[in-house]
Every structure is written in structure tokens, then in C-alpha cells.
């Protein structure tokens, strides 16, 4: 383990550090003085408080998060085995062998999918609604899912509803209605879908009634926490009258936006913003499965449950429940990052790394298939700092043959986020020697006659296709990352074990190359070898078979 494992007040994540390199166990410096210049985190703690316990507040709705902490066991400790010999899923031709060719199709659910990825939940957080033109767009090019998150129609400030006893029914919200369309512009119909996801107030305010009713959605998602937090989802708002107007729709918000006291320090400038936060939940057995029964009785063709990386006899009960409930599929959601307002000591310290989450989900299964070999088992998908297609090839071969999908938050949003920062400094003619240097492109080249073909590798062939519809530098983006990157990248480690379909993929695969792995695979009796012991019975006989003159 590293250092960060040890309490310490140094974080980029907060915005803070110390004074000296080195430091106390209580991650201190071993001197403290009063007149130190810079802010260790008990001291910016001192005069923020709660500010703290988030990733800076001044980078709200323009970043995302994610723990810098090792936690021992990542996909980093397995290696790919690579075959010399044969194929499987292809003709065995010496002019289709090539890695063009392999299929990378899959399902999530019963959604015809281009690739194995699925984009997580992105609800009502800042960096989601700035960037979804890209994310939905990009999304729908690629042919793969987007899944619109929680709390979109109660932060939607023109959602309209209808007045009940208990808690207002949705009649209609903009926000929602356009995130969906935005996907459907790009939309071919067959491979992806948009998935729309429900929390505790999603439910009050009958948000599945409203989009199946009213917007056509066919595939929907129940939601259990979070995955880089235990808790509800959190955001910021910047103005007061928005926060006086969530807190009358029923969240929580803090300070207090009614309080008196609280709107003199707003209109003063000593509060900068105000959080919100939903409700932890409560749910029973008895309960998720009559929900899963009275979703389907609308007729929708998908249903996903998505859940953060609980403890693991909470991970298994929301297994049997999916697998009991005969559920479409299940995300599991590894420790360690978010869009940018999970605590950071639940980011740091709690729940289950992704790694470790999918052996144990991995385990759980075979136990249930052991018991029941005739069980169906939803499509799972696994996420949690999956951003490159070597961790998605080692996720999904691990997971084998349950795992079908990744699902990816952070990773497109930086696509994203990058893409429309890119398409802005082209659009400004903007771009530096620095810039094209990094691109690729010789520095004698005059920086500001840089294009969006030059800059965007697919952006002719997305030109070829929809030269009729004008495609955000975002969605530009997204789709080059998912299509060329991640899709050509998998495409090529699939031909280096010669299996030319995605689901051939399986556990052989990989090879441990640390203690650390073996011992939770052998925990969770995965049957993945160590790679010093690999098919060591297959070593002898290719060996002793040979003829040796």
C-alpha cells in the first residue's frame, strides 16, 4: 500500500497540503506552526467545515473526482494471455484473420449494443447537464447506451406537476424531455438505448409513470446509492431562489435557505452556494420485488438495477433480488470516483474497490448457478475507473461469462469535456504551437488554421454519414474514444487471443502476476491461475510431445 493509506491532510482533491514533506501518522506536519502559509486540511477545515468534505467547491459542475488511493488489488495485476495458434468465431482464413474483423457486439439486457459500454447514470450534477450533448450524441453514434441519472426532473426548475395529498406527480419537465431526445437526434433505432434511472425522490415524484406515459422510454433503471459514496447523490446550487425551490420540493438543502439568518449571509457574500442532497432510502425485500413486478406491468422491455459497492452480503442480496426478480441486468458500481461532490473520505475509505467488487459479484453468481445451474442471470456490468480497453478486456474476461458491459461516468466525461474545450479554441482560432504539437501535427504549422477535421481523426467519416445534421465537437469526441479508441483497442486484444466474438471471451484469458490477485480469486474460487502456474499440465504435455532428434 502507499502512504496514502495513512490519514493524510495533503489532497489535491481539497485543495490542500503542508508545509513539509514529511508527516506525523495523524498526517500532520510534525511541526505545527501559526503563521503557516499554506492550508493543511484541519486548517482550511478550521474556517470551510463541511466544504472539506467535498473535492474543491470552486470546481464544481467543471470536473469530476476520483480517489488517488492504492488499494492493493486492480486490474493492473492481471496480464493478457495471448494465443499463437488457431482461432475461434472466424473463419480460420488467413485474409479474415485480421483484428478489423472481430465482433464486438454484445447486449446489455435485451439492447442490441456496437460495443461493450454503457454510460452510468449522469443526473442532475453541473458537469452531466453541461456536457450531455456530447455524452447523449456520442452515445447514440457509437450505437451503445446512455442512462439519464437521478434527480433530473426535481432539479428541472420548469418541471411542471401535479399537486397530491402526499408529494406532486410529475406532468411534464423540459430537462428530461430533451436529454432523451438529444440521444434519440443520433439514434439508429437498434443498437443502444436511453435508459432513464430513479432514486427515493424520482419515486415520490412518479418519474417512471411520466417518461413511459409521455416520453416513450422503454428501458428503466432502480438505483441504489451511490458508487463513489454509501449516501445520496449531492450538488451545488449557486443562486438562492433555486435552493428556496428545491427545499419546497422536498430536499434536503443546506444551510437552511428559509433561515433569515442564512438569506442575510447569502445576499452579504459570506455563503457562496448551497448543497443539496437526497435521501439515503429505505428498501425491503418484499418491497424491490413488488416494484420490479408493477415496472413491468407497464410493459417496458428493460429492467436494470444499478447499486453502489456495499458490503458483500448487501452486494449478494441485490444479486438474489435481481436474479429473483428476473431483472434485464445489474451495474455494480466500484469505490473511488464520481461527477465531482462524493465526500472524499467515502471516496478514500469506503465500500469495495472495483476489482475486489467484481470478484466478489463474479463469486456470488457461481454460487447461484451452482445451487441452481438453470437459473437466468441478469447481464451485469461492472464500473469504477474503467477508462482504457485493457482494463475492459480484463473486466470482462474475470467476469465471464456473466459481465457483458462497462460502465463508464468519469471517462466520457473528460472526452467530452475536452472535445467542447477543443471545438471552442478552434472556433476562436485559438490553438497554440503546444496544442498541435500534442495532436501531432508539425509546429512550422500556423496554429490558428487548425480545423475539426484536422483536430477530430473521425470527423470526416461522422461527415460522410450525417452531413445533413450539424454533430457537436463533443459528441465528435465521445464517439472517437468509444469507436476508435476503445472499440479498435479492444478489437485488437481479442485478435491476440484469437477469439473473434466478444463472448468467447472467458476467465483463461487472464493470468494473475500478483500474490494480491491470486489470493482473491482463489477466495471467490474464480479459477484464475497465477501466471507462473498457467496451464502448467498443458506446458508438460507440449513439451514431452515433442520430438527431439
Known amino acids: 500500500m502507499t502512504k496514502f493509506a495513512l490519514m493524510t491532510h495533503k489532497s489535491s482533491i481539497i485543495g490542500s497540503r503542508t508545509r513539509v514533506k514529511d508527516s506525523c501518522e495523524s498526517g500532520l506536519c510534525p511541526i505545527c506552526i501559526a503563521d503557516c502559509p499554506v492550508f493543511c486540511e484541519v486548517s482550511k477545515s478550521a474556517l470551510r467545515g463541511r466544504e472539506v468534505l467535498y473535492p474543491r467547491r470552486e470546481l464544481f459542475g467543471n470536473s469530476t473526482a476520483g480517489s488517488p488511493k492504492d488499494f492493493g488489488f486492480s486490474y493492473g495485476d492481471f496480464q493478457i494471455q495471448f494465443e499463437v495458434r488457431g482461432v475461434k468465431g472466424i473463419e480460420a ?10 465482433d464486438t457486439t454484445t447486449h446489455w439486457g435485451n439492447i442490441k449494443q456496437k460495443l461493450p459500454i454503457v454510460i452510468a447514470g449522469l443526473g442532475s450534477t453541473h458537469v452531466a447537464k453541461k456536457n450531455w450533448d456530447g455524452l447523449a450524441m456520442g452515445a447514440a453514434l457509437a450505437g451503445i447506451s446512455i442512462t439519464v441519472g437521478e434527480n433530473v426532473v426535481g432539479m428541472d426548475p420548469y418541471s411542471k406537476f401535479a399537486n397530491h395529498a402526499l408529494y406532486p406527480s410529475v406532468l411534464s419537465s423540459e430537462d428530461m424531455q430533451y436529454r432523451i431526445m438529444s440521444y434519440r437526434k443520433f439514434w439508429d433505432g437498434e443498437n443502444g438505448d436511453i435508459i432513464v434511472q430513479k432514486n427515493v425522490e424520482d419515486t415520490r415524484l412518479k418519474v417512471f409513470n411520466y417518461v413511459v406515459s409521455k416520453l416513450d422510454v422503454r428501458s428503466l433503471e432502480i438505483k441504489f446509492g451511490q458508487g463513489a459514496k454509501a449516501i445520496g447523490g449531492e450538488v451545488r446550487l449557486h443562486d438562492l431562489e433555486r435552493a428556496q425551490l428545491l427545499q419546497d420540493r422536498g430536499y434536503l438543502v443546506l444551510p437552511d435557505p428559509s433561515d433569515p439568518l442564512v438569506i442575510e449571509q447569502w445576499n452579504n457574500g459570506v455563503i457562496l452556494d448551497f448543497e443539496r442532497h437526497s435521501r439515503v432510502g429505505l428498501s425491503t425485500t418484499e418491497e424491490i420485488l413488488e416494484e420490479i413486478d408493477q415496472i413491468r406491468e407497464k410493459g417496458v422491455k428493460n429492467i436494470f438495477i444499478k447499486t453502489g459497492a456495499y458490503r458483500p452480503s448487501a452486494t449478494a442480496w441485490i444479486l438474489r433480488l435481481g436474479v429473483e426478480g428476473k431483472v434485464d441486468g445489474i451495474t455494480f458500481d466500484g469505490a473511488g470516483g464520481g461527477t465531482g461532490m462524493s465526500p472524499v473520505s467515502m471516496m478514500n475509505e469506503g465500500s469495495i474497490p472495483t476489482a475486489y467488487l467484481e470478484a466478489l459479484v463474479v463469486g456470488c453468481l457461481d454460487m447461484i448457478k451452482d445451487k441452481n445451474p438453470n437459473a437466468k442471470i441478469p447481464s451485469i456490468s461492472i464500473a469504477g475507473g474503467i477508462a482504457s480497453e485493457t482494463q475492459m478486456f480484463k473486466a470482462l474476461a474475470m467476469g465471464s461469462p456473466y459481465i457483458k458491459c462497462i460502465a463508464m461516468a468519469r471517462a466520457p466525461i473528460t472526452a467530452a469535456m475536452k472535445s467542447k474545450y477543443v471545438g471552442e479554441i478552434i472556433k476562436r482560432n485559438e490553438a497554440t504551437p503546444a496544442m498541435l504539437k500534442n495532436l501531432g501535427f508539425p509546429i512550422t504549422k500556423n496554429p490558428r488554421s487548425l480545423t475539426l477535421n484536422e483536430a477530430f481523426i473521425e470527423y470526416d467519416n ?63 474460487n474464480l479459477g484464475i491461475c497465477s501466471q507462473e502456474s498457467l496451464d502448467f499440465e498443458q506446458v508438460k504435455n507440449e513439451i514431452y510431445s515433442g520430438n527431439y532428434k
Do not use: M
Not at 93 to 102: E, G, L, Q, Y
Not at 468 to 487: N, R
Open 462 to 524: 461522422l461527415q460522410l454519414n450525417y452531413h445533413d445534421k450539424h454533430i457537436p465537437a463533443s459528441a465528435i469526441g465521445v464517439y472517437t474514444f468509444f469507436t476508435s479508441k476503445l472499440g479498435i483497442g479492444l478489437k485488437q486484444l481479442l485478435a491476440g487471443t484469437r477469439k473473434f466474438k466478444l463472448d468467447l471471451i472467458d476467465r483463461k484469458d487472464i493470468a494473475c502476476i500478483s500474490q494480491r490477485a491470486k489470493e482473491v480469486c482463489d477466495n471467490w
Open 93 to 102: 482464413d488467413i485474409d479474415k484473420v485480421i483484428f478489423p474483423n472481430v
